[in-house]
C-alpha cells in the first residue's frame, strides 16, 4: 500500500501468479468495503494526531490521558467529516488502540438496543449515540464472570418508591473487569440479582449513572476505580478496566432493561415470550466481532513475519553468493504458511458468522427464535477457535522473526499482549468449547427421534454413513478434492461426539459425567468448529470469484488450512477410523507440494491485507522491505541512548569498577 523509496521486496511481488488487486477486494468482502478501509486506512496514516509509536515508552497515567485525546479527537473528525457508521467503524479499527469507546459502541449501546424495550431505546440511544453519556457494561464481578448466575450485586425492587436498590452485598460482589469503567463511563448497563417480594429471580440489567454530568465526580453510594496494569507496557493498558460498588444506590424502576421480563409497579414480574437467553445477547454479538477481529490480527502478524522471511537471510551462500532468505526453508513454510491460510480461513468464516448473525437478529425481531442456539454454539465456538489459534500464532510469528521479533519495534510484543485477552474475555475459551459440547450432544441425542440436525449440526443427518463410511484417498492428488477433505472432517467430528455421547451414557448422573469427561468433550467441540471453518472456506470457493488466479490461490490456501489441521491432528483422524496411517502420509505429502506453490505468492498473499505501515507499525514488516537501516536508526532513538554515559553511572557503577580495581590491585 505503501508508494516511495526502494522497494526492496519487488522481486518477491514480481513473482507472484495472480491479480493482488482483486484479491484486496475479496480480503474486504466487496468493492466498497475495499474503498472505504482503504480511504479511511490512509486517513488515520496520514495524520499526526494518529501517531501510535510512542506507546510503550510512555507512563500510564499519560498513556491513558493520549487515548483520551485519540478518542476526542477521533470523534470530533466523525463529526467534521460526517462519517457513516461504516467509516466511523474502520476509524477505530485503523487507530489501533483499544479505548473506552469500544465498550460504549461495542457493548453499551448494543444491551439496550437488545434488551431495552421500544420506550427504553427512544430514551437511551440518542443520549448514547450523541455520546451525551458514555456506557459501559458491568457484568463479571472479583467472585464470578465465567458463572453469570453466580453473580451477586442484587437489585431489589422498592414498591414504596417505585425504585431499585442497587447493592453490592460483598467483596466479591465488586463489579471487577468492566472496560472503560475504572476513570471515563457515566452510566453502566450493570448485570445484578433481580430480588422482588423477597424472591430472587435471576441476573438481569439495569442502567445505572455512575458519575456526574457536570462534574464527573462519583454519584452517591458509588465507588468507582481502575483495577490496575494488565499484562505489558502499552498494549491494553489505554484501557480503563473498572472496579465498581454500589451502596444502596436508588435508580427509577424503568431503568431495568425489560424487554426479557418486566417488573409492574405493583412488584408483578412479568416474563415476555422472549426466551431469557437473550439476556446474554450482547455477548453473542460481541463474540461474532471477535471472530473477524482474528483474522485481522492474525494477518496483521503474518504480514509482518513473512515480509521479513523474505528479506532475513542466513546460511546457504554459494560461491560468495547471497544466503538463503528464511521464507525459503521447508520448516519456515510448514509454520508460517499455515498461519496465513488460517488468515484467510477466519476472514471467511467470520463473514459468513456475520450472516448468520445478522439473520438471527432479523428473527428475533418477528419472534422467531429458533435459531438462537445455532447462533449461541458458533459464535461461542468459532470466538473460541479462532481466538486461541491466533494467540498462538502470534507468538509463532514472533519466533520465525529471530531474535529481532523480540524487539518492541517488531510490532509483535505489543500484539500480542493487546490480543492474549481476546482468549479470556467475553468467555473464557474453555468454557465456551464446553458451552458447544452441549449443544453437540443434545443434537447426537436427538439423532434417532426423526428430529432433523440442521445448519452448523446438517452434516450428523448423514450419521449413518459418516460413522462408518472409509476415506476414498488413494493418490496424493485425490487430497486435493473438497469432497474427500470434507468428509474426513465430517466424520472425524461427528464420531468424536458419538464416542463422548456414548461415554456419558455410561453415567448415572449426566452432570457428573458431562464434569467427568469435560477434556474430550473440549476436543469433539473443537473437530465441530474446525469443520465449520473448512466447510466455510470450501463454500466461499463456489462463489464466483474474478481476477486472474485469485481464485487458485484461496484454493490452495483452503488446502493447506485443511491439510495441516488434519496433520496436526492425525491421532484424532486416525484413532476414530476416518483415515489410514498412508493417507495421512499422502496428505501430507500434498501438504508440502501446496507450501511449494504459496512460497511465490507469500508476499502478494499479504499485501492483498492492504495494510499502511502505520497501521502495522513494524519495523520488520515494512511495506518496502527497508529493515535494516530502519531498526539501526531507530535503536539510536531510544531515551536510554539520550546520553552515552548511562544515568546511574555515577552513584551505582563507577563505585562497582572503582571496588574490582581496588581488588585487583591488593
Ligand atoms: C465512534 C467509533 C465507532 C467505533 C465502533 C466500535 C465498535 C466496537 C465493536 C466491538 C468492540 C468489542 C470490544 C470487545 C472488548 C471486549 C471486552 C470484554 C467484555 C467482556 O468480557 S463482557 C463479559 C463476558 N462474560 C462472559 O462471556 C461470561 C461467560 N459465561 C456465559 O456466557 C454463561 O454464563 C455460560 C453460557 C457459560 C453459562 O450460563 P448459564 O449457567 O446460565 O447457562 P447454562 O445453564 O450453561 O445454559 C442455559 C441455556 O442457555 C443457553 N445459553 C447460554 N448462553 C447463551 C447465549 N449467549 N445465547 C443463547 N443461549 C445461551 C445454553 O446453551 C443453555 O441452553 P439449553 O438449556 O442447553 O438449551
Ligand atoms: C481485558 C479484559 C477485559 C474485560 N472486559 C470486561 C467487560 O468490559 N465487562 C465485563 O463484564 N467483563 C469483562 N472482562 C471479564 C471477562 O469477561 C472474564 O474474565 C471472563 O468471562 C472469564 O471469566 P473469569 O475471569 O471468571 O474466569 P474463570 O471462570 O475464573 O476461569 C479460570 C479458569 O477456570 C476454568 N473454568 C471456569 N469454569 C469452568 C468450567 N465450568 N469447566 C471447566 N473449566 C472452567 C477456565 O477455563 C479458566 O482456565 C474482561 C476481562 C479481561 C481480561
Not at 43 to 72: G, H, I, Q, W, Y
Not at 528 to 540: D, P, R, T, W
Amino acid at each position: 500500500m505503501e508508494g516511495g523509496g526502494v522497494d526492496h521486496l519487488a522481486e518477491e511481488r514480481q513473482k507472484s501468479r495472480f491479480d493482488v488487486d482483486e484479491m484486496k477486494i475479496v480480503w474486504a468482502g466487496s468493492r466498497h468495503a475495499f474503498e472505504v478501509s482503504d480511504r479511511v486506512a490512509r486517513l488515520v496514516a496520514s495524520d499526526p494526531a494518529f501517531r501510535k509509536d510512542n506507546r510503550n515508552l510512555l507512563s500510564r497515567k499519560e498513556l491513558f490521558k493520549n487515548t483520551l485525546r485519540k478518542a476526542a479527537y477521533a470523534w470530533k473528525r466523525i463529526m467534521e467529516l460526517r462519517l457513516t457508521e461504516e467509516e466511523a467503524a474502520k476509524l477505530r479499527f485503523f487507530i489501533d488502540e483499544p479505548a473506552y469507546t469500544d465498550l460504549h459502541w461495542g457493548m453499551f449501546v448494543p444491551a439496550i438496543k437488545g434488551q431495552g424495550t421500544e420506550e427504553q431505546q427512544q430514551k437511551w440511544l440518542p443520549l448514547a449515540y450523541k455520546m451525551q453519556i458514555i456506557g459501559c457494561y458491568a457484568q463479571t464481578e472479583l467472585g464470578h464472570g465465567s458463572n453469570v448466575q453466580g453473580l451477586e450485586t442484587t437489585a431489589t425492587f422498592d414498591p414504596q418508591t417505585d425504585e431499585f436498590i442497587i447493592n453490592s452485598p460483598t467483596l466479591t460482589s465488586s463489579k471487577w473487569w468492566p472496560g472503560g469503567l475504572g476513570k471515563v463511563s457515566t452510566h453502566a448497563v450493570a448485570y445484578a440479582r433481580l430480588i422482588v417480594n423477597g424472591q430472587d429471580h435471576g441476573v438481569h440489567g439495569f442502567i445505572v449513572q455512575l458519575r456526574s454530568l457536570d462534574d464527573h465526580m462519583p454519584l452517591p453510594g458509588i465507588t468507582v476505580g481502575d483495577i490496575g496494569m494488565k499484562f505489558g507496557s502499552g498494549a491494553y493498558n489505554t484501557m480503563d478496566n473498572g472496579v465498581l460498588r454500589f451502596d444502596h444506590v436508588r435508580i427509577p424502576r424503568n431503568q431495568m432493561l425489560m424487554r426479557v421480563l418486566q417488573v409492574t409497579r405493583e412488584g408483578k414480574v412479568v416474563q415476555s415470550d422472549v426466551p431469557r437467553q437473550l439476556i446474554y445477547g450482547t455477548m453473542v454479538y460481541v463474540r461474532q466481532t471477535i471472530v473477524s477481529d482474528a483474522s485481522s490480527a492474525l494477518s496483521r502478524a503474518v504480514c509482518i513475519a513473512t515480509r521479513y522471511s523474505a528479506v532475513r537471510r542466513q546460511f546457504g551462500s554459494q560461491k560468495g553468493g547471497p544466503e538463503t532468505q528464511v521464507i525459503d526453508y521447508k520448516t519456515q513454510q510448514s509454520r508460517l504458511f499455515p498461519l496465513l491460510a488460517s488468515a484467510y480461513a477466519f476472514r471467511f468464516v467470520g463473514e459468513w458468522l456475520k450472516w448468520l448473525y445478522t439473520d438471527v437478529t432479523q428473527r428475533l425481531q418477528a419472534n422467531d427464535f429458533s435459531t438462537l442456539p445455532e447462533a449461541h454454539a458458533c459464535t461461542a465456538g468459532l470466538k473460541s477457535l479462532t481466538t486461541s489459534a491466533t494467540a498462538d500464532a502470534i507468538e509463532e510469528c514472533r519466533k520465525l522473526c529471530g531474535g529481532h521479533g523480540y524487539l518492541t519495534s517488531s510490532g509483535l510484543p505489543e500484539l500480542f499482549a493487546v490480543y492474549i485477552p481476546a482468549c479470556t474475555y467475553e468467555g473464557d475459551n474453555t468454557v465456551l468449547l464446553l458451552q458447544v459440547a452441549r449443544f453437540l450432544m443434545k443434537t447426537v441425542s436427538q439423532l434417532g427421534s426423526g428430529k432433523q440436525p440442521v445448519g452448523s449440526t446438517a452434516y450428523m443427518s448423514r450419521a449413518e454413513h459418516l460413522m462408518q463410511c472409509r476415506c476414498s484417498a488413494q493418490r496424493v492428488e485425490d487430497w486435493l478434492k473438497p469432497d474427500v477433505v470434507l468428509e474426513a472432517f465430517e466424520a472425524r467430528a461427528l464420531r468424536m461426539s458419538v464416542a463422548c455421547a456414548q461415554n456419558l451414557s455410561k453415567f448415572s448422573n449426566p452432570e457428573e459425567g458431562f464434569a467427568e469427561l469435560s477434556a474430550d468433550l473440549a476436543e469433539a467441540a473443537i473437530a465441530h468448529c474446525q469443520l465449520i471453518v473448512v466447510s466455510k472456506f470450501v463454500e466461499k470457493l463456489q462463489q464466483d470469484i474474478p481476477g486472474q488466479g485469485v481464485k487458485q490461490q484461496l484454493q490452495t490456501l483452503c488446502f493447506v488450512y485443511s491439510l495441516h489441521l488434519l496433520h496436526k491432528h492425525q491421532g484424532d483422524f486416525l484413532s476414530t477410523g476416518c483415515i489410514t496411517p498412508k493417507q495421512a502420509s499422502l496428505a501430507n505429502e500434498q501438504l508440502r507440494s501446496l507450501y511449494s506453490q504459496v512460497r511465490p505468492n507469500a508476499i502478494a498473499l499479504v499485501d492483498a491485507f492492504n495494510y499502511t505501515d502505520h497501521y502495522l507499525g513494524s519495523v520488520l514488516g515494512r511495506y518496502d522491505g527497508n529493515v535494516y537501516p530502519t531498526l539501526y536508526e531507530d535503536a539510536w532513538k531510544d531515551p536510554l541512548n539520550d546520553s552515552v554515559v548511562p544515568d546511574g553511572y555515577h552513584e551505582y557503577l563507577r563505585p562497582v569498577l572503582k571496588q574490582q580495581l581496588r581488588n585487583a590491585r591488593l
